[in-house]
């Protein structure tokens, strides 16, 4: 038992896992794809499940908002629990027009302007990244399964309400697909601790055309990317 996930033992939880920032989805995700999901986690209501997909062992964990939360969470799921590889499921605003609402984005890079950095005392600049192999294996499902996705950098940002309206402006010059609020800490976390990671987003606002997903699309809708997610787990 870790400090917030109170599984047993390692074996309460698979090496590879799912992450959606609200724990509501990870439970939709378990009750609706999973076979015989347990659950292993309820503190603080972030819930995980662990159950088999297609006969592999899968587990799925919340991991709340933003980068402090999801820094937590993958630590100790990578350093307490033995995970290996952990996907993140969540959403993402964008910043191009070619890019809509519920297109599935992948996160080959995290920029960020967030200094979760610090923690590991790099004397410079670091890019985080996502795990080749998973990208590789992702687009394996993507093709087997015809869920296109598009690929590139993303930004991780510290902040959710902006006080400038047209913040969002820079990064997109510098070619970035979308914002989220996760990614980043994921990715350096699980650099330091040499295990695979890749976040996988859909669209759920637009920040050109102003559309948004509502609520109830959020936590149960996007199953196009949960199922890309689940087919890229048992490679």
Not at 30 to 42: D, Q, S, T, V
Not at 162 to 176: F, N, T, Y
Request: aromatic letters at 10%; hydrophobic letters at 40%; proline letters at 3%.
């Amino acid at each position: 038992m870790s400090t917030h996930i109170n599984a047993a033992s390692k074996g309460d939880i698979a090496e590879t896992v799912l992450m959606p920032g609200d724990p509501l989805r990870a439970k939709f995700i378990a009750e609706n794809y999973l076979e015989n999901p347990k659950c292993y986690n309820e503190i603080r209501g972030m819930l995980g499940y662990t159950g088999t997909y297609k006969g592999v062992p899968v587990s799925v964990q919340g991991s709340g908002m933003g980068m402090p939360s999801m820094g937590i969470y993958s630590w100790e799921l990578i350093t307490e629990y033995g995970v290996q590889n952990i996907i993140r499921i969540g959403t993402a605003g964008s910043f191009h027009e070619d890019i809509k609402v519920r297109d599935i984005v992948v996160g080959m890079a995290a920029s960020t302007d967030s200094n979760y950095i610090h923690a590991f005392d790099v004397p410079g600049n670091y890019a985080p990244c996502a795990s080749y192999e998973l990208i590789t294996k992702l687009g394996e499902a993507s093709k087997e399964n015809n869920i296109p996705f598009k690929a590139g950098n993303i930004v991780s940002c510290d902040v959710f309400y902006e006080l400038k309206e047209d913040w969002w402006k820079k990064w997109a010059s510098m070619g970035i697909m979308a914002v989220e609020m996760e990614a980043a800490a994921l990715y350096m976390n699980a650099a330091y601790n040499r295990v695979n990671a890749m976040a996988i987003m859909t669209i759920s606002d637009h920040f050109v055309t102003g559309e948004k997903a509502t609520a109830e699309e959020r936590q149960n809708s996007f199953t196009d990317m949960m199922k890309l997610a689940l087919e890229t787990a048992i490679r």
